[in-house]
């Protein structure tokens, strides 16, 4: 069967044709994801949610031109961010896991540490991501208590799940638990949407997507069933390979990521993230990756100009590396 792949990074949104009978990738593009939103606020990390439909949908329909054989529309999700919705209008902008609004410094101390002690260590620990300023539950609850909107009616939607629940036609409002562990509102070890996180962040107003299983079609586009968003770290270390039981696997994107699989769910000094087939990963986040190595590439690049007093190319420098 030839699938269409996405991937929705930070700075690329990626496509691909593929056929899963021979692991062929027979064709690929991107395109630039959306730039941030310029606001007053430099702790805030918001994108236009409709460009960002736009972007997607401009590069499956330059795919489905191509061929039409296609059997499925697959997503891989930059994770921890949410899009709130009144149908499928957009009332809020994407707001991404680089989002630091909850940990801004506050007389009172951050809605960041605030949050987590009106949670406590269980809630946290459950969660199935590291707690951080740029998860959902912490970036909505920061909003809300700042600059509240009425919630009623409102839809609640991982970046994957509203892509979908638009191109659907409003027929799915669903998500993967990958994605769903990694907003902070979800239950990982039971796979569920957890009820007393939700009511105390305040966001019990709002309609939460079903948690479904990866194989399950949503609806489809422009007759191409959808399949759920998957985490984009859980869809790398799954498309690592079959043996993966004795392994380590090392994902380098904007940032570094360090994991193992472990059957079940285990409780671990370090972050334990939702996997497939009643698997887990134990995952050690924050390791240097593309962001650290473009701030190198930016101090080599100023010190040559200000050594020799001559233009120096960041494509030459990654040439030379």
Known sequence: M????LDIGSSF?????MD????????????????????????????DADLIYDTVTQLIDAQLAQTREIGG??????????????????????????????DKPRPEGSHLARLQQLLGPDAVASMGTRYKSGI?????????????IALEGLRFHTLGGYLIYRMSGGKAHACHLTSAAATGFADAPRGVWNARTIRLTGCDALTFPAIVPADRPL????????????GDHQ???????????SAAIITIGTAGIVCAVAPGFVHADMEVRPFFDEHCLMTIT?????????????????????VTDAPCQRQEIWRRL
Request: include cysteine; hydrophobic fraction near 40%.
């Open 2 to 5: 030839k699938i269409i792949a």
């Open 13 to 17: 949104t990626k496509s691909a044709i």
């Open 20 to 47: 899963t009978a021979s692991g062929a990738l027979l064709s690929k593009t991107r395109m630039p994801t959306p730039a941030r939103l310029d606001t007053d606020d430099p702790t805030r990390f918001e994108v």
């Open 73 to 102: 529309i697959f997503f891989s999700i930059q994770m921890h961010g949410y899009i709130l919705s009144r149908g499928l209008e957009a009332v809020t902008p994407y707001v991404s896991w680089q989002d630091a609004y909850a």
């Open 136 to 148: 959902a539950a912490c970036s909505l609850y920061a909003r809300q208590q700042q600059h509240p």
């Open 219 to 230: 609806g489809s586009y422009r007759g191409v069933p959808l399949y759920c968003d998957i």
């Open 235 to 245: 869809a790398s270390v799954y498309g690592a390979g079959d043996d993966l039981a």
């Open 286 to 306: 924050r390791q240097p990756g593309g962001r650290v190595v473009d701030v190198i590439i930016d101090l080599i690049q100023d010190a040559v100009c200000t």
